[in-house]
């Protein structure tokens, strides 16, 4: 983290789990255990329909609400999807855009990504692009082609003074839902390597200030090490994000200087 240039956000992401009521639940959980200062951003990605009930749960709290995927197109004949229009309309604050899970089930590849990102900006949403390696990309050593590559392409047509509104999350998918994280120095390199990507990009001053996350079994017990790293500005938890005590662990772990 580096507090001076950038946002520290601690966002959960809880995937295709918990109903309206329990949801509910959490945010009453959570209520209780979180102080009133804050030194980080927190959001909660909820399934679509369950935006509305995570809007009223958090109203009088500071927490975002986030949604987990959104359609590139603004309204007609796309069965089943959602536009970004209608998640600002709710009172979204942020997206997950590119998701591994939706890349690998749901057939997203960087040019659906991009798409969406410019949509969610469009619409005044701040994206949280996910990028990372397999398992066997990493093995061949291609992981920082791979990595360039994706946030190249997610931000391809994004101007500068939209850039700040973008979160990026480094997300390698061998360590998401698989209990085996990156290593702090895995992880900073990469982050690292990603900022060192917009900085060729955009420029010095917009690299330094744009907020990159770790996500991949963070969890209570290594948040204050990955969150120790100067280019870790946060992290997107999905399994530790669903119980209210350990994601208040997590985003305690952001309070260091
Ligand atoms: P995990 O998921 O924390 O359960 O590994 C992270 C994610 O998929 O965003």
């Known amino acids: 983290m580096n507090r001076r240039y950038r946002k520290t956000i601690i966002a959960g992401n809880w995937k295709m789990n918990k109903t309206a009521g329990e949801t509910k639940k959490f945010a009453e959980e959570l209520k209780a255990v979180m102080p009133k200062t804050k030194w980080c951003d927190v959001v909660v990605c909820v399934p679509a329909v369950n935006i509305p009930a995570a809007i009223k749960a958090f109203k009088d709290m500071r927490v975002s609400v986030g949604a987990q995927n959104v359609f590139y197109e603004k309204s007609g004949a796309y069965t089943g999807e959602v536009s970004a229009d209608m998640l600002k309309d709710l009172g979204v604050k942020y997206v997950i855009i590119g998701h591994s899970e939706r890349r690998q089930m749901f057939g997203e590849t960087d040019f659906t990504v991009n798409k969406k990102v410019l949509a969610a900006l469009d619409a005044g949403l701040h994206p949280i692009i996910c990028v990372g390696e397999s398992l066997e990309q990493r093995e061949l050593g291609i992981t920082m082609e791979l990595i360039a590559l994706q946030v190249k392409s997610a931000l391809a047509g994004v101007p500068a003074e939209k850039l700040r509104k973008c979160v990026i999350a480094y997300e390698p998918i061998w360590a998401i839902g698989t209990g085996k994280t990156a290593t702090a120095e895995q992880a900073a390199e990469v982050c690292t ?21 770790y996500g991949g079994s963070m969890k209570p017990g290594n948040a204050f090490e990955l969150l120790g790293q100067n280019d870790i500005d946060g992290g997107l938890i999905g399994g530790a994000s ?5 994601f208040m662990d997590i985003i305690n772990a952001a309070n260091q200087d």
């Open 193 to 213: 390597f990603i900022r060192t990507t917009v900085r060729h990009l955009y420029g010095a001053r917009i690299a330094r200030s744009i907020t990159i996350q």
């Open 242 to 246: 669903l119980n209210a005590g350990d």
